[in-house]
């Protein structure tokens, strides 16, 4: 089963950049559909954005559209999510989950395994 490990987190100010990114053990990562995901505390999962497996295709929640932008490398086992334009409200935790597809790709139900996530705060 592969793992999952998020990295690049950190602290930025209002209007700055960081790249997040999602290294994968096996031999397998090509075959996975990606998301990410965001959580702050007491509150649920948040969708953010999603590949499908030749990185073809992308989604995002609409309050990142335009402004973050997710990518892979599948000859590093590497998922990535460009975050420009950071606000306040960016602020949580950042996940990187393998899509099941038995559920809608916005329903955290639907992701299969999870890393163990990298912070993100944003300040004003």
């Known amino acids: 089963q592969v793992q999952l490990v998020e990295s690049g987190g950190g602290l930025v100010q209002a209007g700055g950049s960081l790249r997040l990114s999602c290294a994968a053990s096996?031999?397998?990562?090509?075959?996975?559909?990606m998301g990410w995901f965001r959580q702050v505390p007491g509150k649920e999962r948040e969708f953010v954005a999603r590949?499908?497996?030749?990185?073809?295709?992308?989604y995002y929640a609409d309050s990142v559209k335009g402004r973050f932008t997710i990518s892979r490398d599948n000859a590093k086992n590497t998922v990535y999510l460009q975050m420009n334009s950071l606000k306040p409200e960016d602020t949580a935790v950042y996940y990187c989950?393998?899509?099941?597809?038995?559920?809608?790709?916005?329903?955290?139900?639907?992701?299969?395994?999870w890393g163990q996530g990298t912070q993100v705060t944003v300040s004003s």
């Open positions: 989950a393998t899509d099941s597809g038995i559920y809608p790709y916005t329903q955290e139900e639907t992701y299969a395994t």
């Open positions: 096996g031999r397998t990562f090509s075959t996975y559909v």
């Open positions: 590949i499908t497996r030749s990185g073809g295709s992308t």
